[in-house]
Nanobody, 117 residues
Framework: QVQLVESGGGLVQPGGSLRLSCAAS????????MAWYRQGPGKQRELVAG???????AYADSVKGRFTISRDNAKNTVYLQMNSLKPEDTAIYYC???????????WGQGTQVTVSS
């Protein structure tokens, strides 16, 4: 069964940090690029970061230097470490996978991240 299950969202103050996790089915994790998307209130869903099977990463300009995507191949898990969070980072964050990060095939259910004082 194909599955992507996110965890780690929550409420954090501006300047704080959170780490999101996404546990994937082995068939997805081993074959595809993994990515994180987000959709803020009243906004379109956007690609935040991606990591391919070889570990090459890419980031949206808005999160470069603050967010880090990584993958643990032994655990079939991808992470998104988010530092120096801003109110504009508030969104539902989705784990996704596909041949390329920009064209996901599979989606998780999403996890809410709220940055507020």
């Amino acid at each position: 069964q194909v599955q992507l299950v996110e965890s780690g969202g929550g409420l954090v103050q501006p300047g704080g940090s959170l780490r999101l996790s996404c546990a994937a089915s082995e068939s997805i994790f081993s074959d595809y690029t993994m990515a994180w998307y987000r959709q803020g209130p009243g906004k379109q869903r956007e690609l935040v970061a991606g990591i391919n099977r070889g570990g090459t990463t890419a980031y949206a300009d808005s999160v470069k230097g603050r967010f880090t995507i990584s993958r643990d191949n032994a655990k079939n898990t991808v992470y998104l470490q988010m530092n120096s969070l801003k109110p504009e980072d508030t969104a539902i964050y989705y784990c996704a996978s596909g041949v390329v990060a920009a064209a996901p095939i599979y989606w998780g259910q999403g996890t809410q991240v709220t940055v507020s004082s």
